[in-house]
């Protein structure tokens, strides 16, 4: 009788029957919580440059998002709502991409793309830089919302008695240069994620015309551009005193 030869263990991985995603359904996750992110990055770059109108009106700002739909919602209702939203976006986002660079690796086996142009370069560093804005969002957090030190600065204050010192929380912490660092570099990769990630959603979402792709790339330059000059002006802004 002949005996039946041992399966490898990575010939055993590839027999196992897997539940597979339609690479087209991770696409369009990707697409759709990309978007949905930036359209919360532009809103929060907008509430942002409020900073240039002093401490008071930022500070308002800071309340009025946790009295949005008051009564109606309760206190912090909305705010806590759009924080479960985006969690969540940004997992599928994490998850589809994964999914998504594990299927082109091995595709693509041993073979390296060849870098022909700044523009290629962006594209095949997305994996890289999402990580980084993945980090940068972590550290952010710890800084100027949950107050954890040592990211946070020492001088941290916390909401209280309907008090909000958001632009005390900010000035004190752009003022330490590595951290108005972190924040420039993070915006400068962060634009050239949108450049891309906007291009590669449209298309992905159907647009195949050459106008539409065209047009997806102005759009994602231009978003991309206000982002970086608009963000990475306010820690420039704090170094150079101009916001105290
Ligand atoms: C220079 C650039 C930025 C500045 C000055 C800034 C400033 C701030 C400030 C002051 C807060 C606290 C607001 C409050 O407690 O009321 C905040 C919260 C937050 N920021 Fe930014 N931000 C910047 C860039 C970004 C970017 C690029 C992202 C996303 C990719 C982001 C995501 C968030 C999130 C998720 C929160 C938490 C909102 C919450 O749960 O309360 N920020 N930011």
Same mark, same amino acid.
């Given at each position: 009788?002949?005996?039946?030869?041992?399966?490898?263990?990575?010939?055993?991985?590839?027999?196992?029957?897997?539940?597979?995603?339609?690479?087209?359904?991770?696409?369009? #996750? *990707?697409? %759709?919580? =990309? +978007?949905?992110? $930036?359209? &919360?990055?532009?809103? /929060? @770059?907008?509430?942002?440059?409020?900073?240039?109108?002093?401490?008071?009106?930022?500070?308002?700002?800071?309340?009025?998002?946790?009295?949005?739909?008051?009564?109606?919602?309760?206190?912090?209702?909305?705010?806590?709502?759009?924080?479960?939203?985006?969690?969540?976006?940004?997992?599928?986002?994490?998850?589809?991409?994964?999914?998504?660079?594990?299927?082109?690796?091995?595709?693509?086996?041993?073979?390296?793309?060849?870098?022909?142009?700044?523009?290629?370069?962006?594209?095949? #560093? *997305?994996? %890289?830089? =999402? +990580?980084?804005? $993945?980090? &940068?969002?972590?550290? /952010? @957090?710890?800084?100027?919302?949950?107050?954890?030190?040592?990211?946070?600065?020492?001088?941290?204050?916390?909401?209280?008695?309907?008090?909000?010192?958001?632009?005390?929380?900010?000035?004190?912490?752009?003022?330490?240069?590595?951290?108005?660092?972190?924040?420039?570099?993070?915006?400068?990769?962060?634009?050239?994620?949108?450049?891309?990630?906007?291009?590669?959603?449209?298309?992905?979402?159907?647009?195949?015309?050459?106008?539409?792709?065209?047009?997806?790339?102005?759009?994602?330059?231009?978003?991309?551009?206000?982002?970086?000059?608009?963000?990475?002006?306010?820690?420039?802004?704090?170094?150079?005193?101009?916001?105290?």
């Amino acid at each position: 009788m002949q005996s039946t030869p041992p399966i490898a263990a990575a010939d055993r991985a590839a027999l196992r029957p897997r539940t597979m995603v339609p690479s087209w359904a991770l696409k369009v #996750t *990707m697409a %759709v919580s =990309g +978007l949905t992110w $930036l359209a &919360f990055v532009l809103v /929060h @770059l907008v509430g942002n440059l409020k900073v240039y109108a002093g401490a008071s009106a930022f500070n308002a700002y800071a309340a009025w998002l946790r009295e949005v739909l008051v009564p109606l919602a309760p206190h912090g209702g909305v705010l806590w709502a759009l924080r479960v939203v985006l969690a969540v976006l940004l997992v599928a986002h994490v998850w589809a991409a994964a999914i998504l660079t594990a299927r082109a690796r091995s595709a693509r086996g041993p073979h390296r793309a060849r870098l022909h142009s700044w523009r290629s370069f962006v594209a095949s #560093t *997305m994996p %890289v830089t =999402g +990580l980084v804005i $993945l980090g &940068f969002i972590v550290l /952010h @957090l710890l800084d100027l919302t949950l107050g954890v030190q040592p990211v946070a600065p020492s001088a941290f204050r916390a909401e209280g008695s309907g008090a909000f010192f958001a632009h005390e929380n900010l000035v004190a912490s752009l003022s330490r240069p590595w951290s108005a660092a972190v924040y420039i570099l993070t915006m400068l990769l962060l634009a050239g994620h949108v450049l891309h990630g906007t291009t590669v959603a449209v298309q992905d979402l159907g647009g195949m015309g050459r106008t539409l792709r065209a047009g997806a790339t102005w759009v994602g330059a231009i978003l991309a551009v206000a982002i970086l000059l608009g963000n990475a002006g306010i820690p420039i802004a704090v170094l150079l005193g101009v916001v105290t």
